[in-house]
T-cell receptor, first 113, second 111 residues
Framework: GENVEQHPSTLSVQEGDSAVIKCTYS??????FPWYKQELGKGPQLIID?????GEKKDQRIAVTLNKTAKHFSLHITETQPEDSAVYFC????????????FGKGTRLSVIA | SQTIHQWPATLVQPVGSPLSLECTVE??????LYWYRQAAGRGLQLLFY??????ISSEVPQNLSASRPQDRQFILSSKKLLLSDSGFYLC??????????FGPGTRLTVL
């Protein structure tokens, strides 16, 4: 089955700097890659996702890149702000309809003002 | 628009007591439904998922069970709680080939 590895487990950046979180997956059939942000005491919220037919997607300060050959995808946050501090999870699935997402173990991002 | 509800929001239970957590989804029909557990500071562990009424797949054998008595209702149960059952329980839903959305969660403490 699918296995998703996520690095780093913790990340501290200065406000205004960029943050990059990387994930690798094992199943070449996976074709859907979402990223979630979880604030303390809340459920994870989808922040961006990408499907295997594109290599990059951007939404304001957040971007995701996908390298299908190497089977890895990354989350890029530019101009970080204190409110970006949270736990971020990547996930992958062969989006055939009823396949559950497989999640990475999460990255705790701290943005230092 | 669709919304997902979980209750209770917090729960403190003694070891050996039963458990029932409820999740409902509004504004859609025939969703896939999921139960996850998150231990403190840890990742998301998929417990159960359901693709339809009465159809439950278990990912982790343990003293928990799940049921789906109605199309948009998903219940997580236990007959006797263990200390190790403490955690943050999250329900999620999606439609076929679509984005998965999480509920607000239930914080369970077993004493």
């Amino acid at each position: 089955g699918e296995n998703v590895e996520q690095h780093p487990s913790t990340l501290s950046v200065q406000e205004g700097d960029s943050a990059v979180i990387k994930c690798t997956y094992s199943d070449s059939a996976s074709n859907y890659f979402p990223w979630y942000k979880q604030e303390l005491g809340k459920g994870p919220q989808l922040i961006i996702d990408i499907r295997s037919n594109v290599g990059e997607k951007k939404d304001q300060r957040i971007a995701v890149t996908l390298n299908k050959t190497a089977k890895h995808f990354s989350l890029h946050i530019t101009e970080t702000q204190p409110e970006d501090s949270a736990v971020y999870f990547c996930a992958a699935s062969a989006h055939s309809g009823n396949t559950p997402l497989v999640f990475g173990k999460g990255t705790r991002l701290s943005v230092i003002a | 628009s669709q919304t997902i509800h979980q209750w209770p929001a917090t729960l403190v239970q003694p070891v050996g007591s039963p458990l029932s957590l409820e999740c409902t989804v509004e504004g859609t029909s025939n969703p896939n439904l999921y139960w996850y557990r998150q231990a403190a500071g840890r990742g998301l562990q998929l417990l159960f998922y359901s693709v339809g009424i009465g159809q439950i797949s278990s990912e982790v054998p343990q003293n928990l069970s799940a049921s789906r008595p109605q199309d948009r209702q998903f219940i997580l149960s236990s007959k006797k709680l263990l200390l190790s059952d403490s955690g943050f329980y999250l329900c999620a839903w999606n439609l076929r080939t679509d984005t998965q959305y999480f509920g607000p969660g239930t914080r369970l403490t077993v004493l």
